[in-house]
């Protein structure tokens, strides 16, 4: 960039050149144009400071804002990885509970599978001990995973009556001693009646609710006294409530007269199990 002399200054040279004899001397005409050259060069100067100052100040804003963004990229990273680690811990828990209850769920299988084994065994040993009986009067069936002895009234009672005939008892003390020492089996004991009102004025009996009861209650007495724990067996009474088949024919009323002696394994395991979820 040229740099010119200002007027004095020219002026001074001028006077210089005079007096050692050089004439020289700049015209007034070009020194105008190099002052005006001088005044633009200065202003172009000027214009390119201002400029750069305004560069410098975007690069110091654009920086900042950088930083400024970097910063919350960091923030919101450093928020990624802390959700990102308790999303890891929340699918560790889960999965160490997906194993808990799956370990559960194949302990109440193994405990099921060892019910059915011992309720098909349990009918099997009853079946056997029952044998020779006839099966219009005594049945031996599984239903539910329970084993349901079936004992028509014709094998048990006389009609009406709340004593068991020899023939019966003999039965009941056959599934007594096959029951003998299985404390995990809990044996119900249900009277079951027709739906014909009992004999008005039959001695300590109002309806069939008391026949079916004291049935089941002797029933029970029979069982224990040939061995079984009292606290093992329950009688109840069902009266003409549950059927087996409709009241409407002397055929289907003798099925309904019955008394059911219902056998099931206890499952206490299985409900520890169950509570603990």
């Given at each position: 960039m040229k740099y010119f002399l200002p007027t004095p200054v020219l002026h001074a040279a001028c006077?210089?050149?005079?007096?050692?004899?050089?004439?020289?001397?700049?015209?007034?005409?070009?020194?105008?144009?190099?002052q005006g050259q001088y005044?633009?060069?200065?202003?172009?100067?000027?214009?390119?400071?201002?400029?750069?100052?305004?560069?410098?100040?975007?690069?110091?804003?654009?920086?900042?804002?950088?930083?400024?963004?970097?910063?919350?990229?960091?923030?919101?990273?450093?928020?990624?990885?802390?959700?990102?680690s308790g999303a890891q811990q929340e699918n560790s828990q889960l999965s160490a509970d997906l194993?808990?209850?799956?370990?559960?769920?194949?302990?109440?299988?193994?405990?099921?599978e060892q019910k059915d084994a011992a309720v098909k065994a349990l009918r099997q040993k009853v079946g056997d001990a029952l044998l020779g009986f006839n099966s219009q009067d005594l049945q031996v069936t599984?239903?539910?995973?329970?084993?349901?002895?079936s004992l028509s009234e014709q094998l048990l009672f006389k009609s009406g009556s709340t004593k068991v005939d020899p023939k019966g008892q003999e039965a009941l003390?056959?599934?007594?001693?096959?029951?003998?020492?299985?404390?995990?089996v809990n044996v119900l004991v249900e009277g079951h009646t027709d739906n014909v009102p009992i004999a008005k004025g039959t001695a300590g009996m109002r309806d069939n609710w008391d026949l079916s009861v004291l049935r089941?209650?002797?029933?029970?007495?029979?069982?224990?006294?040939?061995?079984?724990?009292?606290?093992?067996?329950?009688?109840?009474?069902?009266?003409?409530y549950v059927p087996v088949a409709i009241n409407d024919t002397p055929a289907n009323k003798a099925l309904n007269r019955r008394t059911e002696i219902i056998l099931t394994p206890k499952l206490d395991e299985l409900f520890q199990i169950l509570e603990q979820n």
């Open positions: 006077g210089f050149a005079v007096l050692f004899g050089t004439a020289n001397c700049i015209s007034q005409k070009k020194y105008t144009a190099l005044t633009d060069a200065t202003r172009a100067r000027e214009q390119l400071q201002a400029e750069k100052n305004a560069l410098e100040q975007e690069k110091s804003r654009s920086e900042e804002a950088l930083r400024t963004s970097l910063l919350s990229k960091n923030q919101q990273v450093n928020q990624l990885n802390s959700s990102l194993r808990s209850k799956e370990q559960r769920i194949a302990e109440m299988q193994r405990i099921l599984v239903r539910n995973g329970k084993v349901y002895v003390a056959k599934l007594a001693t096959a029951l003998k020492g299985n404390q995990d089941a209650t002797e029933i029970t007495r029979i069982l224990t006294q040939a061995g079984l724990p009292a606290s093992q067996v329950t009688p109840s009474g069902r009266a003409q």
